[in-house]
């Protein structure tokens, strides 16, 4: 089970000095695994909205702090579970981790004796490979379980462990735990099967600090992979053609201490953006890069919205009437439309006039959530990677998030849904949304959490 914050403080074994900072480092409104959304449809959000730190972007430079020789200040770190989940990998391997404010913190990660990862905290989240690079390239050596993350299917690393071998390491995988282990690491090619996010991001780690000169080959291109080599540059490493195909990497010795700041998040942005057209809003979304939303603010426009760019903001409105027309969307790697934002638009065009078609084949099972969306009256039908969606209404039901992004086209839903919609399962939406229900309420949306104690806060609070 992921943990929010809250029920990650409510552990025991905390010690005392990180139990008090964990408190101070938490989900916005830090509740119970089995809390649940309930929303009033039909306000069409207005206002402004804040968008915080890229998740993506944050568990990578977070986990990428074992590098730095230094201490390291990371700001604009969303308040999120997924960087409590690692907050607590840190806090077992003996790192020293001050939370300096609600989105800063830092790092001193010298006192870090053994590179484990805990098999609990290993399986909450997918991020967790990015141990695997970290502590490879300090250590030459790494004890991580096999990630867990949002289910999508099958999510090998196989990748990942061709990037360690090139460069040197050797793996094993037992009872489910992966060992790398390399004498040295030598500066070698890498070449990807196919595009992989998390594969590009481990290869830079193991190569920064190696011997020599490492070509990467068939990278992904995706803003957080700027933003980790942007971040590893600024420490001393030597990185350049991340955001191509191509990124060249020459091994650095030493990697100086910094204050960084997280680039925002382009899939917060393109949700908000979405829930501001299926309300038929009128939002400001503000802190955002827009050449981050470009796919997302095309297809938006092709089906009728209005968005209007700025410097580092974006206004998107659809509250002058006219039918959202129907349109056809692949995913694709980036700057292709993507994979993350693939329910939250689905249901937009849920409630468009005509049929369109979604195709998202990056992932095995990303349509989990249509069933869900059925309830509320969507008519949807799968064929494998294919998604055919006649535009209709929505009506509130009782729906579960059955992960993340999932779990966002859901809230969509319930705003633009007549009557009200109970969400299940929220602790998937508080894996990458901060403070989710305060920024909508303060667009005008009805949205209220029911606090549900779990059997383990009944048994404390006896
Ligand atoms: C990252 O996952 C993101 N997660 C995902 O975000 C995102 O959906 C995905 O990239 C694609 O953009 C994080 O950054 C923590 P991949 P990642 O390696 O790195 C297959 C969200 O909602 N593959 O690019 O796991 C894989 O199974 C999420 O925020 C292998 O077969 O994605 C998938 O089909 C969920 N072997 C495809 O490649 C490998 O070794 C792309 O995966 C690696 C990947």
């Given at each position: 089970?992921?943990?929010?914050?809250?029920?990650?403080?409510?552990?025991?074994?905390?010690?005392?000095?990180?139990?008090?900072?964990?408190?101070?480092?938490?989900?916005?409104?830090?509740?119970?695994?089995?809390?649940?959304?309930?929303?009033?449809?039909?306000?069409?959000?207005?206002?402004?909205v804040n968008i915080s730190g890229a998740k993506n972007a944050a568990v990578a430079i977070v986990a990428a702090t074992i590098l730095c020789d230094e201490p390291c200040i990371i700001e604009n770190i969303p308040n999120i579970s997924d960087i409590g989940i690692s907050l607590e990998i840190f806090r077992d391997m003996n790192a020293d981790i001050q939370v300096i404010n609600k989105n800063t913190i830092r790092f001193d990660t010298k006192n870090i004796s053994k590179p484990n990862v805990p098999h609990e905290l290993a399986r909450s989240m997918r991020a967790s490979s990015y141990f695997l690079g970290t502590l490879l390239g300090r250590f030459h050596e790494a004890f991580v379980p096999l990630p867990g993350g949002c289910d999508l299917g099958d999510r090998p690393i196989d990748q990942h462990l061709k990037a360690f071998k090139a460069l040197g390491a050797l793996d094993d995988i037992q009872s489910g735990c992966v060992h790398v282990k390399a004498d040295s690491l030598i500066g070698s090619q890498i070449y990807f099967d196919f595009i992989t996010v998390g594969g590009t991001i481990n290869a830079m780690f193991a190569a920064v600090k190696a011997d020599g000169y490492t070509v990467i080959e068939n990278a992904a291109k995706?803003?957080?992979i700027v933003d980790v080599a942007n971040f590893l540059n600024s420490m001393g490493a030597d990185i350049r053609g991340a955001g191509t195909d191509v990124i060249k990497v020459r091994g650095v010795k030493y990697l100086k201490g910094i204050t960084y700041s997280v680039i925002p998040d382009q899939i917060e942005a393109g949700t908000y953006m979405v829930a501001a057209a299926a309300t038929r809003g009128n939002v400001l979304i503000k802190n955002v890069i827009p050449k981050h939303l470009e796919s997302i603010t095309a297809k938006l426009r092709t089906i009728g919205v209005s968005v209007e760019?700025?410097?580092?903001?974006?206004?998107?409105?659809?509250?002058?009437?006219?039918?959202?027309?129907k349109t056809n969307i692949k995913t694709m790697p980036h700057p292709g439309f993507p994979t993350d934002m693939q329910p939250q638009i689905?249901?937009?065009?849920?409630?468009?006039?005509?049929?369109?078609?979604?195709?998202?084949?990056?992932?095995?099972?990303?349509?989990?959530?249509?069933?869900?969306?059925?309830?509320?009256?969507?008519?949807?039908?799968v064929d494998g990677k294919v998604a055919v969606i006649h535009g209709g209404t929505l009506k509130g039901a009782p729906v579960k998030a059955t992960d993340l992004r999932a779990g966002a086209a859901m809230v969509i839903a319930g705003l633009a849904a007549d009557g009200v919609t109970e969400i299940s399962d929220i602790f998937h939406i508080e894996r990458g949304y901060e403070a989710i229900e305060d920024k909508l309420t303060a667009l005008g949306a009805d949205i209220k959490r029911v606090y549900v104690p779990s059997k383990n806060d009944l048994a404390m609070s006896v």
């Open positions: 089970m992921l943990c929010t914050f809250n029920q990650i403080q409510k552990r025991d074994n905390i010690r005392e000095r990180t139990k008090e900072e964990m408190s101070r480092f938490r989900g916005a409104n830090g509740g119970n695994i089995l809390d649940k959304f309930v929303i009033r449809g039909g306000h069409p959000l207005e206002g402004e995706e803003p957080h760019e700025f410097d580092d903001s974006v206004r998107v409105r659809a509250d002058m009437g006219g039918p959202f027309i689905s249901t937009l065009l849920s409630l468009a006039e005509g049929t369109s078609t979604v195709t998202d084949d990056i992932f095995d099972n990303r349509f989990r959530y249509v069933s869900e969306l059925r309830r509320m009256g969507a008519d949807i039908s």
